[in-house]
């Protein structure tokens, strides 16, 4: 496919709300309109790329179009989105296919992955999960951990972090592990995890993979 014509695809082709949880309407069965959820989703600080059930690229917004055509990790071929490291070609083409012969109930799974750019610099972060329970297509949510950064402020004012739970949380959200964010802060690993947990509560999360979706797609609208 194109990417130029990336963005021309009906992001709604999927007959599904394929969106965060924080974008929908909060009525019930009702949706955002067309028009401003395309705004919502194109000015989002992560990539999202849309797969219908056979895998083909039915949208993906702005920043997705950017790592996509920067060709360094993912790229689009034949309305497919791959990547060119066939190890994780191979993890992303079998989970594809277990979601399409598995049950509903196995469609919950989510995709997590590190995806090292052929330049050498900081790895992409990659999560996918299901559009719905009925296997009709998955989303996946990519991180750019070079491009974009995180205001020690924004997580001051937005989440409520002290200082020590905000540097924590930007090492994390750049790429680290847990033990190598506490090498780099000086503290002991015991201390960085009772930090983390700390972190995941006050950002209403549990696990790491959704601390770092919360981080780059923002807070959850009640």
């Known amino acids: 496919m194109p990417l130029s014509k990336l963005h021309q695809t009906n992001y709604c082709a999927i007959d599904a709300p394929v969106v965060p949880p924080h974008l929908a309407s909060g009525s019930p069965g009702e949706l955002v309109p067309p028009v401003l959820l395309n705004a919502a989703l194109e000015n989002l600080h992560c990539g999202v790329v849309v797969l219908d059930a056979g895998g083909s690229i039915r949208y993906a917004n702005r920043r997705a179009r950017h790592i996509l055509e920067q060709a360094d990790a993912l790229i689009a071929a034949d309305d497919h989105m791959e990547f060119l490291q066939p190890t994780l070609q191979k993890q992303f083409s079998n989970y594809l296919r277990a979601g399409s012969v598995s049950s509903a109930g196995a469609l919950s799974q ?22 719905d329970s009925e296997g009709r297509g998955h989303i996946a949510y990519i991180y750019d951990f070079k491009r974009d950064g995180l205001a020690q402020e924004v997580l001051d004012h937005v989440y409520g972090l002290t200082e020590a739970e905000a540097r924590l949380a930007t090492h994390l959200y750049n790429g680290q592990s847990v033990q190598a964010t506490a090498h780099s802060l000086g503290i002991r690993e015991s201390t960085a995890r009772a930090h ?17 979706q919360r981080l780059a797609l923002g807070p959850q609208v009640q």
């Open 110 to 131: 989510r995709l997590v992955m590190r995806v090292p750019r052929k330049t050498g610099d900081i790895d992409y972060a990659l999560t996918m999960r299901p559009v």
């Open 196 to 212: 983390l947990t700390r972190v995941l509560s006050k950002c209403g999360v549990r696990s790491l993979t959704e601390l770092l």
